[in-house]
């Protein structure tokens, strides 16, 4: 069983009277990759800066390791954190950088070389020790942060949207990169983002927040496919969304006519929330298809085309690696294990 390290316990947080965090409780478990996701204002940041010991929260407990922590200051908690701008000192080189806070620590010369070697081992950054800060790229940058951070063996490591600053293609790399150091690492890391790919590439466990609270928690297949509410469907990837009505287990009306599907549990004629995702949408034949519907905009995504096909009074959003051409009459196909549906609820 997993062992937790952090617990959070109906932690708030207020500032100048508007509630930034609203009573959230969140366990953190060793080893774990989290990753915070949300739109800019929806407490991520502040859970992480609270989890550092840079906010006290206004009322709840941060534990760690079973043990309240809420007074204990930032230096004496077995955290480190990476920031976005990196915060690294431009007047020392690489290896001093790394080398800080093992200074502070006062280790001695030959510990301190030994566990910087190590730390740019880590981070395929060797032979770069005597190397300026201004010389070095945005992703050399990077690492230099998380060498630094990590040189300390701290037992979690905060990460606040590290790779922001980052090119899309060195972005990438570095979310793979992460990972690995983290597999490494064999540490807990909580990772703070608002790019919902970045989450469901690198995270174990994704926490989806939105307007201080948190809306769902859970592995990234389960975030992405089973979405808890409206929220979470349209912000997890892109996602036709329709009022729906639940006829009986296993069957659903939304779009004119009834599905078969494979939920069930909900009272029988109770209007709900149906997600299709778009790759889920199946063109065919007009003949074929559940659905009928012409082709309006087609954009060339790069793996994919992405479609928008109208159907009546619903645009319909596909993926496809197969194009069909504005204007095209088309059937659509939606199985049953592709139809997800919610809860009609305030998301």
Sequence with gaps: MAEEIIRLVNIAKEFHGVQVLDHINLQIFRNEFVTLLGPSGCGKTTTLRIIGGFESPSSGDLLFEGERINEVPSFKRRVNTVFQNYALFPHLNVFENIAFGLRISKLNN??????????????????????????????QQQRVAIARAVVNEPEVLLLDEPLAALDLKLRKEMQIELKNIQKRLGITFIFV??????????????????????QQIGQPIDIYNEPKNMFVADFIGASTILPGRFIQDFHVFFADRAFDCVDKGFAPQEEVDVVIRPEDVKLVAPEDGMLQGVVTSVVFKGVHYEMLVESGDIVWKVHSTLMEPVGSNVGMV?????????????S
């Design 334 to 346: 939606i199985l049953p294990n592709d139809i997800h549906v919610m809860k009609k609820v305030a």
């Design 110 to 139: 030959k510990q301190i070389a030994r566990k910087v070697t190590e730390a740019l081992e880590l981070v395929n950054l060797r032979g770069y020790e005597k190397r300026g800060i201004h010389s070095l790229s945005g992703g």
């Design 193 to 214: 983002t608002h790019d919902q790919e970045e989450a469901l590439t690198m995270s174990d466990t994704i926490v989806v927040m939105k307007d201080g609270r948190i």
